[in-house]
């Protein structure tokens, strides 16, 4: 069967589905799981809403701190907590029906392969288009441990389905998946320890921010750094990790979160001749377009950035490349804001400090404490801080966050460095309502 435009991935690739459809033209979705991709199903939205629950129950933990006195334990429910998340089901079936009443969509609820350039083989034959966009995103890593295939694990895809809280939860890895669902289930009540093959968590954070946060982590979970997993074994009902240099650490759950692979391999997408990176990314120009004629890609299988919001940016380029080919746009990555919500809440842009070392560039460095706010005294934060390194002019080079609301306060500087001059004259300039958080943004462009 010919379609117009095939997109596979039923995630960012959306975007470019509902352009095409309302132009009128006859487009084949692919997607073997639920609508909505990785970030509504498995990432992004159910990990927000457990870590929700975390936060609560830090709050009541802290609760004496501000005169209020809890008179008896919180108790914890762990179904109804994971139940909570479980609301993206329904999220995942509006959009599935939403296409399905598309007279210009065909949805494909299945795994596909391409079977040549612009071919792909599906349940009830080959289908094919001039046009075709991947967007089918990653799975999770699994790295090649000794008794791996011998060991129940789970990975982020498994453990947000779980029924029952883990007695004792052994992570292997220390990113930013790894801390979000460490803080969760230890707040729930697991014993969480988290094995790390770096000197830190977070290791892609500013070093600072990363060495305070691994800190703080330390008082919550059990952290082992320096902790190079190399093989698994089962004991009764004990789980069993060793490192290379004969460490060991043992739970009755085991978590992988040591990253993302592309599924490229899945679809066999070397029959298109698309070029493919040595990790399996397929590689595209400035526009989003591969080495092929036609073929787009967006997404983490582009392995540019591994974000939604960098994701819903793609699509949008791609979009306005493939209905206006005479006037094609490059997509614009700066300014590329990532957050962390685990405890504390990190939220960075730009260049880290070891980065510019490593670069060899000059920079100027400012940082200032929430605690030393009238708001961050109010809240009764002691560790968090934003800091900001510039250029001698002034010029914001990058900007990192640890503390409540990161997240949110980081859009501060996003706007000024997307869209305006990025001096911190602007900000500084700027009247700032007095006792709001944000005075601890202005307050570090002033220290620089």
Aim: glycine share 10%; with cysteine.
């Amino acid at each position: 069967m010919k379609f117009d435009l095939i997109v596979i991935g039923g995630g960012s690739g959306l975007t470019v589905v509902s352009a095409a459809a309302a132009q009128g033209l006859k487009v084949a979705i692919i997607e073997e799981g639920p609508l909505g991709g990785t970030c509504l199903n498995r990432g992004c939205i159910p990990t927000k809403i457990l870590v929700h629950s975390a936060d609560v129950v830090q709050t009541i933990k802290n609760s004496s701190e501000f005169g209020v006195n809890v008179e008896c334990d919180a108790s914890i429910d762990f179904e109804k907590a994971m139940k909570r998340s479980w609301v993206v089901d329904e999220d995942a079936k509006k959009i599935e029906d939403s296409l399905r009443k598309s007279p210009n969509i065909t949805l494909y609820k299945e795994r596909a392969k391409f079977t040549g350039p612009k071919t792909l083989l599906v349940k009830d034959g080959e289908i094919s288009a001039d046009k075709i966009v991947i967007a089918a995103g990653t799975r999770p890593s699994v790295p090649p441990l000794e008794g791996i295939d011998s060991v129940p694990y789970m990975t982020s895809r498994e453990i947000l389905r779980l029924k029952k809280l883990p007695k004792e939860l052994l992570v292997i890895g220390g990113g930013y998946i790894s801390t979000e669902l460490a803080y969760f289930f230890s707040a729930m009540g697991s014993k969480v320890t988290i094995l790390q093959r770096n000197v830190r968590l977070l290791p892609r954070e500013d070093q600072e921010i990363g060495e305070k946060f691994t800190e703080i982590f330390s008082k919550h979970c059990e952290v082992k750094l320096n902790f190079a997993s190399s093989k698994v074994e089962k004991n009764g009902d004990k789980i069993i990790v060793h490192s290379k240099d004969g460490q060991k650490a043992e739970g009755t759950h085991l978590l992988i979160a040591t990253g993302r692979t592309s599924n490229s391999d899945i679809l066999e997408v070397e029959k298109t001749g698309v070029a493919l990176n040595k990790h399996g990314y397929v590689e595209c120009d400035e526009y989003m377009q591969t080495n092929v004629d036609g073929i787009w890609v967006l997404g983490d299988i582009a392995g540019k950035y591994l974000f939604k919001h960098s994701a819903n940016l793609e699509a949008e380029t791609v979009v306005r490349n493939i209905f206006n080919p005479g006037n094609k746009i490059k997509v614009d990555y700066s300014a590329m804001p990532h957050a962390v919500f685990s405890f504390p809440q990190i939220a960075g842009v730009g260049y880290t400090e070891q980065e510019l070392k490593e670069k060899e560039m000059k920079y100027l460095s400012g940082k200032y404490m929430y605690k030393n706010s009238g708001m961050g005294l109010a809240i009764g934060e002691k560790e968090g801080f934003v800091k900001f390194l510039t250029d001698y002019d002034g010029k914001i080079l990058g900007c990192h966050i640890m503390g409540p609301e990161a997240s949110t306060l980081i859009h501060e500087v996003l706007v000024l460095m997307r869209t305006g001059s990025n001096y911190l004259g602007d900000i500084t300039r700027t009247i700032h309502i007095h006792p709001a958080l944000s005075e601890v943004v202005e307050r570090a462009a002033r220290s620089v």
